[in-house]
């Protein structure tokens, strides 16, 4: 059975920085896609960076350039540096992991945790 398991979200100040962790277990595919992805109270959910397969990196137009996805241990672990954060980034953020890129959206085999809340506030 697949678990994922996020932590490091909370609240910062306009401008500060968090880091997110998170931890796959029991997912048996060894060639994944691993990122995150947030959704905001009325608003759709939104993918905000994926390492795919081959090891590519993409990220949400809007946390480009501020935002660095990480993986160790063939994306068992993952790590999201959010910096320059925004009231706009206030969301719950999501782990997942899957077979294929889900930036754009979530694939039927996507697996994800229960999420860590991120405020940003002035």
């Known amino acids: 059975q697949v678990h994922v398991a996020e932590s490091g979200g909370g609240s910062v100040q306009i401008g500060g920085s968090l880091r997110l962790s998170c931890t796959v277990y029991?997912?048996?595919?060894?060639?994944?896609?691993i990122g995150w992805f947030r959704q905001a109270p009325g608003k759709i959910r939104e993918g905000v960076a994926v390492?795919?397969?081959?090891?590519?990196?993409t990220y949400a137009d809007s946390v480009k350039g501020r935002f660095t996805l990480s993986e160790v241990n063939a994306k068992t672990t993952a790590y999201l540096q959010m910096d320059s954060l925004s009231p706009e980034d206030t969301a719950m953020y999501y782990c997942?992991?899957?077979?294929?890129?889900?930036?754009?959206?979530?694939?039927?085999?996507?697996?994800w945790g229960q999420g860590t809340q991120v405020t940003v506030s002035s």
């Open positions: 997942a992991v899957d077979r294929s890129s889900f930036i754009y959206g979530l694939g039927s085999g996507a697996r």
């Open positions: 029991g997912y048996t595919y060894t060639r994944r896609c």
């Open positions: 390492i795919d397969g081959d090891g590519s990196t």
